[in-house]
């Protein structure tokens, strides 16, 4: 079966740090566009941030230097690292792959596939 | 960028039919064929039900269809089921800088 499941949220003080990991089984994290996608609580969806097949990175700009995707591909593992936290950055973060990867050799821009979500609480 | 806008509800009987409006600009939905939506029930992770404007993923019931006409992309549902009750989600690819921009959501409701 296909699968991401992420882990590694939970609580963290504001200034904090977390890194979050999105376990891919039945798929190459290095042959797929990645991304990571939040949603606050009772909000809507937020992209924020992808990694490419070829290495390509691109952030939102709410998180442009403050969190860094990378990926491990012998572990088809994505990783999201969170720096600098702050309160409005509490959701749950999803990892979700462009169905690009699988249907054409360019991304889609669409997200046929989401783990099931960890949830990141920053209070002091 | 702000986000893609969505009514914040929508309602109609089962059988009926419901169409969700979705509006952006000329730097996202005008400039590309890159719609997409998105239905997410309640504590669950967002389902892809409409990509590139107007195709179906594998599964996803002909009753719901996509359109784009300028700025403004549509999701329609037709033939209501009780299990279309959800929040619809529109996302467009708008350029390399912005990457995607998800619209802000629509609960909608089967009376």
């Known amino acids: 079966e296909v699968q991401l499941v992420e882990s590694g949220g939970g609580l963290v003080q504001p200034g904090g740090s977390l890194r979050l990991s999105c376990e891919a089984s039945?798929?190459?994290?290095?042959?797929?566009?990645m991304s990571w996608v939040r949603q606050a609580p009772g909000k809507g969806l937020e992209w924020v941030s992808v990694i490419y097949s070829g290495g390509i990175i691109y952030y939102a700009d709410s998180v442009k230097g403050r969190f860094t995707i990378s990926r491990d591909s012998s572990k088809d593992t994505v990783y999201l690292q969170l720096s600098s936290l702050r309160a409005e950055d509490t959701a749950i973060y999803y990892c979700?792959?462009?169905?690009?990867?699988?249907?054409?050799?360019?991304?889609?821009?669409?997200?046929?596939?989401w783990g099931q979500g960890a949830m990141v609480t920053v209070s002091s | 960028q702000s986000a893609l806008t969505q009514p914040r509800a929508v309602s109609g009987s089962p059988g009926q039919s419901v169409t969700i409006s979705c509006i952006g600009s000329?730097?996202?939905?005008?400039?590309?064929?890159?719609v997409s939506w998105y239905q997410q029930h309640p504590d669950k992770a967002p389902k892809l039900i409409i990509y590139n404007v107007s195709k179906r993923p594998s599964g996803v019931p002909d009753r719901f269809s996509g359109s784009k006409s300028g700025n403004t992309a549509s999701l329609t549902i037709s033939g209501l089921q009780a299990e279309d009750e959800a929040d619809y989600y529109c996302c467009s690819y708008a350029g390399s800088y912005t990457y995607v921009i998800f619209g802000g959501g629509t609960r909608l409701t089967v009376l």
């Open positions: 039945g798929l190459a994290v290095s042959s797929n566009y």
């Open positions: 979700a792959r462009d169905m690009g990867g699988v249907v054409t050799a360019t991304p889609l821009f669409a997200f046929d596939l």
């Open positions: 000329s730097s996202d939905i005008g400039g590309y064929n890159y």
